[in-house]
């Protein structure tokens, strides 16, 4: 039987760089984000039943936002609205490369404002929960994603992680991976990328740290590798499924997009018990084809692949 994916987290606005006009003026457009709000678009568009929970201020960003997602098929019943903060604003700039570097409007910003027992009655029922760490950057968000994440794991749903760490949120690097390190006990899959391997497990080879990460509990670990691919691993298995080349436009959002299309195969498939080698290896390489091609076009949610893309 088919899961829902809920996603739990930030949604915000990424004003993302485009251009650089005359006398060097830098140019932005306000895309939704925000790496939760992404994974859930993502699995929508391809196929899979998906659900967002948050917050968002009461202003036009917060109604764009809801809208966008309502727009991608997303179950937004979960959006929360506070008048206390702002809708949180992420600014994106981008370099010749296609890399991204993010700085924050967010003190405090609306996703951090979160009712526990609120998103905790939205998320009952749902067969997969996603979250990330830019919800554990603070102590109220951070105790209230552990409420709500130990509680949806105790009622049987696969618990997934996505470190995906963003240095100007935390205080230093160490409060970092206390923090992010701590919640890996919930987890059953976890995506982290190349650049997170050490940060999160002290290690740099991907089959040692996914051994770390294989003893502490998770089923199902993920490591993406840029233009190389994703390397996969279980307790029985492992192995890399290589890449999609493409010119890179933006790579903002293909992270979110590998695995809410990786998720969206495990939900439409009923979960990961007794996967084979060969089903994750399908599942690995159509999230490398849709990862592929946000990578090629601007914007996170705008440049979301659907299904008919990718088949």
């Not at 309502?70 to 809708?87: E, H, L, M, R």
């Not at 903002?252 to 007794?274: K, M, Q, V, Y």
Request: net charge negative; charged share 25%.
């Amino acid at each position: 039987m088919a899961l829902k994916i809920t996603t739990l987290g930030e949604v915000l606005v990424d004003l993302t760089q485009t251009s650089v006009g005359e006398n060097g003026i830098l140019n932005f457009a306000a895309n939704p984000g925000g790496a939760p709000a992404n994974a859930a678009v993502a699995a929508s568009r391809l196929g899979a039943s998906s659900a967002f929970i948050g917050c968002v201020g009461s202003d036009a960003f917060g109604k764009y936002l809801s809208d966008t997602l309502k727009d991608n098929k997303v179950d937004i019943s979960g959006i929360q609205v506070t008048d206390k903060a702002s809708t949180t604003i992420a600014v994106v700039t981008v370099n010749e490369e296609g890399e991204r570097s993010f700085s924050f409007l967010r003190k405090p910003g609306a996703d951090q404002l979160l009712d526990a027992e609120k998103a905790i009655e939205k998320a009952k029922g749902t067969g997969i929960l996603h979250f990330g760490s830019v919800s554990l950057t603070t102590l109220y968000a951070r105790d209230n994603i552990k409420k709500i994440v130990s509680t949806i794991k105790k009622e049987g749903a696969l618990i997934t992680y996505d470190p995906n760490y963003r240095s100007t949120l935390w205080d230093n690097e160490e409060e970092a991976k206390k923090c992010m390190r701590e919640v890996i006990s919930f987890v059953d899959i976890m995506k982290i990328s190349d650049e997170e391997t050490y940060l999160i497990t002290d290690k740099e080879d991907p089959k040692e740290a996914a051994g770390i990460l294989h003893s502490k509990g998770v089923k199902l670990v993920l490591l993406t590798l840029g233009s190389k691919g994703a390397f996969y691993s279980t307790p029985n298995f492992s192995g890399i499924v290589p890449g999609h080349k493409v010119k890179v436009a933006d790579t903002n959002g293909a992270g979110d997009t590998f695995f809410g299309a990786l998720l969206s195969r495990i939900a439409i498939r009923g979960g990961i018990e007794n996967i084979t080698e060969q089903e994750l290896k399908e599942y690995v390489d159509f999230a490398n084809k849709a990862a592929s091609i946000t990578a090629s076009r601007r914007g996170a949610i705008p440049a979301m692949p659907y299904l008919g893309e990718i088949l």
